[in-house]
């Protein structure tokens, strides 16, 4: 175990003071820390990739390190500017990866994070990029030593933190909006009530997806089949996009606001090459909801603007509980591409059962 604040010590002694990154669920108390900050020293990103360019063009400001948060799920998403820039070969900009290393050896774990987690010390050493693993207090030296390294050789260096080490001493309040929306789980009873037997539902990753199976079974609807992807955040809309140009039945994509804003200019391919039978369901709560709750500041997009502009034939979107049939059953028969804003609030089933048998939902999704 490691407490935070010794963490944090170990890096403002190297004068690491800005961070940037992707929440993470083992890195939740650590960011909702940062969430105290101001933009200057955190700032939350869309995506791996351009939290690494933040922290590139901070060291090009400034001189100093900056810490970049993220799980090793997103490490994929952050190797382009890793390689084509920080690398020392290239422009040898010095970074600090903080990493949530989910299915590390020692912790049981989902299978897409099995695979990998299996693989990110060996991916972090075809990236050349040194590491330590934070178990103990005493890796702290470890950390100390790493990160003098990156200042002297101008290199990025990494820490890979395994589920349940960090702890923290004090309790740092969620930064959430008020409820006083429709949660999650009452929209997709709804939505699955209305759909037809020939739709196809394709859900994003977190607590979407597994609400969503969790009410199928809870209330037994079975109408229509889902693909949950438990992995792949930000790319639901291209496999429904992919999936909806061969085929001629219902496709509805089930995508969260963190998700939507990870690969903001897929909405243009969906809104371009969408054929009618494709619809684009947001459900927007202003929030990394599984990971901590931090916020994604989607809730300030004029969406209706925003998708109309990229080609969407139509938007709809629901604010009010008692309006959510009613504005269902107008979307469902529109001729997509369409999109629908639904507004909710933080919130979500207790006992969620997670998702296992990812080759049986492939192959029945595809019956």
């Not at 955190?42 to 939290?51: F, L, M, T, Y």
């Amino acid at each position: 175990m490691v407490l935070i604040k010794e963490l944090l010590n170990t890096l403002k002694k190297n004068k690491i003071s800005f961070y940037t990154g992707v929440p993470d669920s083992i890195l939740k108390d650590l960011s909702s820390h940062f969430d105290s900050l101001d933009k200057t020293k955190h700032i939350i990103a869309v995506n791996e990739g351009s939290a690494i360019s933040i922290g590139i063009g901070y060291y090009l400001s400034t001189k100093k390190i900056a810490c970049v948060y993220l799980q090793n799920s997103g490490l994929g998403n952050a190797i382009n500017p890793l390689i084509s820039i920080a690398h020392r070969k290239v422009y040898s900009i010095p970074l600090l990866l903080m990493i949530g290393w989910r299915g590390s050896y020692n912790k049981n774990d989902e299978p897409q994070h099995k695979v990998k987690g299996k693989i990110t010390p060996q991916l972090l050493k075809l990236l050349n990029i040194n590491y330590c693993v934070l178990r103990k207090k005493k890796d702290l030296v470890k950390l100390d030593k790493l990160i003098k390294t990156s200042y002297r050789s101008k290199t990025t260096v990494a820490c890979l933190i395994e589920k349940n080490i960090l702890k923290t001493q004090k309790k740092y309040k969620q930064i959430t909006k008020e409820k006083i929306f429709a949660l999650r789980k009452d929209f997709i009873f709804k939505l699955l009530k209305q759909i037809s037997n020939n739709s196809k539902i394709i859900s994003t990753t977190g607590y979407t997806s597994r609400e969503l199976m969790q009410i199928r079974k809870e209330k037994k609807l079975f109408k229509g089949k889902d693909f949950y992807m438990v992995g792949g955040m930000g790319h639901s809309s291209m496999v429904s996009l992919g999936y909806s140009l061969n085929s001629k039945r219902q496709i509805i994509c089930l995508d969260g606001d963190g998700s939507i804003l990870m690969h903001l200019g897929s909405l243009r391919t969906f809104g371009y090459l969408g054929n009618s039978n494709l619809k684009h369901i947001l459900l927007n709560n202003n929030s990394h909801e599984s990971v901590g709750g931090q916020p994604t500041t989607a809730i300030g997009i004029d969406f209706k603007k925003l998708v109309k502009s990229l080609g969407y034939k139509n938007y709809f979107k629901i604010s009010q509980a008692k309006k959510i049939n009613f504005t269902i059953k107008r979307f469902l028969k529109s001729k997509g591409p369409s999109f629908l804003e639904v507004l909710i609030s933080v919130g979500s089933l207790d006992y969620l059962s997670r998702l296992n048998d990812l080759i049986k939902i492939k192959q029945k999704f595809m019956e």
